[in-house]
Every structure is written in structure tokens, then in C-alpha cells.
């Protein structure tokens, strides 16, 4: 079945420092969808990016992420990261063979950053 | 719009006692997703249902877990003769048919004594 491979545990960083979380996937269908998401403590999961389109970088709210394909990565980065970053981040595919389909998670990324 | 709604949002219950969670998905959405979370395993779906339809519960317990949607807006897991293992947070998400995003509820967070 697929699966998700994520930076392990805990990163932590300083205030101002680039973030770059690491994702990799594996699976068998040629056109998965590739998620961020970002829980921030006691709340529930919420998007931050996403992406289907191979080699094509997509930014939201100062992350950016680029599908790799060709080395089935989907890395999450950041070029200074603030104290509000602080949270859990999962990377989490679809593997596109339904128009909307269940999710495959990552087991989480914490990135704690700070002062 | 008031986003995903679950209830209860706590939940203890002794081992052997049933538990029923619910979830209110957003109006409009037409697919609705169950998730377990736990410090050990992350994020693990479980079920999830297209226009009430169960479409895949490849990562229901089989024993134990069931899930229903009986209209178009709520939708019911029940887990019968809890155990400790099953404490988790469990998490309800929606989304539009043809819409690639999830939008997740609160949680229901369950304790098995």
C-alpha cells in the first residue's frame, strides 16, 4: 500500500532560521496528490499546501513545497522561521485513483522553533 | 459556516462499555472521512463515505468498529467493547465531491479506562 516516510520526531530552530521538513512517498499509481497539513496544539489538522503537479513549486503562507516525482519527494520549507510555526506537520498523499480519496499520513514532523 | 462538528469532544468510558462518536460534516460536503490519532501511530485513516455511501473502511478494526451515515448530515463510529488501545483522538474530516481537500473537525478525544 502507499506510504509516507517524514523527518522523525522533534526539529527544533531557532527564530529566523530556514525550515525544511522532509517528505518522501511511495506509491504504485503515477498521479498522487501530495498534502501538508499543520496541527497547532489542541487543534485540529488544517492544510497548508498542496500539490499535484510534478516540478511545480507551490507557496502558501511563506512555505513552499515542489512535487518531485522523479524522487517521489514533497519537502516543506520555509525561508525564516517565526515562533508561530511551532506545530505538527504531517505530509500526507492521495494516491488520485478517486476523484476524492482517503488520506495516508506521515507520522509527523514537530517543529518547535524558538527566541 | 461552522465547519466540522463532532460530538461528544471528550469521552471516557470503562473497559467492555460502548462508545459512539458523531460527526456534523460541512453543509455542501458530500464526502466524509473518520481518522484515529495517537502519539505512537500519527494519523491512520480509518473509513469513509461518499454521498452516504460507504466507499472504503480498509483501516477499521474489524471486530470492533463499525461506522454508518445515515443522511447526508451526520455520521456515527461506534466502537463496541472498548479497550485501553482504543484510546485515541478521533477525527472527523469532510470534503466537496471533487474537492482534494480535507477539512477536519475537533476531534473526539477517548479515554478507556
Known amino acids: 500500500g502507499d506510504s509516507v516516510t517524514q523527518t522523525e520526531g522533534l526539529v527544533t530552530l531557532t527564530e529566523g532560521l530556514p525550515v525544511m521538513l522532509n517528505c518522501t512517498y511511495q506509491t504504485i499509481y503515477s498521479n498522487p496528490f501530495l498534502f501538508w497539513y499543520v496541527q497547532h496544539l489542541n487543534e485540529s489538522p488544517r492544510l497548508l499546501l498542496k500539490s499535484f503537479t510534478d516540478n511545480k513549486r507551490t507557496e502558501h503562507q511563506g512555505f513552499h513545497a515542489t512535487l518531485h516525482k522523479s524522487s517521489s519527494s514533497f519537502h516543506l520549507q520555509k525561508s525564516s522561521a517565526q515562533l508561530s510555526d511551532s506545530a505538527l506537520y504531517y505530509c500526507?498523499?492521495?494516491?488520485?485513483?478517486?476523484?476524492?480519496?482517503?488520506?495516508?499520513f506521515g507520522r509527523g514532523t514537530r517543529l518547535q522553533v524558538y527566541a | 459556516n461552522a465547519g466540522v462538528i463532532q460530538t461528544p469532544r471528550h469521552k471516557v468510558t470503562g473497559k467492555g462499555q460502548e462508545a459512539t462518536l458523531w460527526c456534523e460534516p460541512i453543509?455542501?460536503?458530500?464526502?466524509v472521512f473518520w481518522y484515529r490519532q495517537t502519539i505512537v501511530q500519527g494519523l491512520e485513516f480509518l473509513t469513509y463515505f461518499r454521498n452516504q455511501a460507504p466507499i472504503d473502511d480498509s483501516g477499521m478494526p474489524k471486530e470492533r468498529f463499525s461506522a454508518q451515515m445515515p443522511n447526508q448530515s451526520h455520521s456515527t463510529l461506534k466502537i463496541q467493547s472498548t479497550q485501553p488501545q482504543d484510546s485515541a483522538v478521533y477525527l472527523c474530516?469532510?470534503?466537496?465531491?471533487?474537492?482534494?481537500?480535507?477539512?477536519f473537525g475537533p476531534g473526539t478525544r477517548l479515554l478507556v479506562l
Open positions: 453543509s455542501g460536503h458530500s464526502a
Open positions: 474530516a469532510s470534503s466537496h465531491w471533487g474537492g482534494d481537500t480535507q477539512y
Open positions: 500526507a498523499l492521495s494516491d488520485g485513483t478517486q476523484v476524492v480519496g482517503q488520506l495516508t
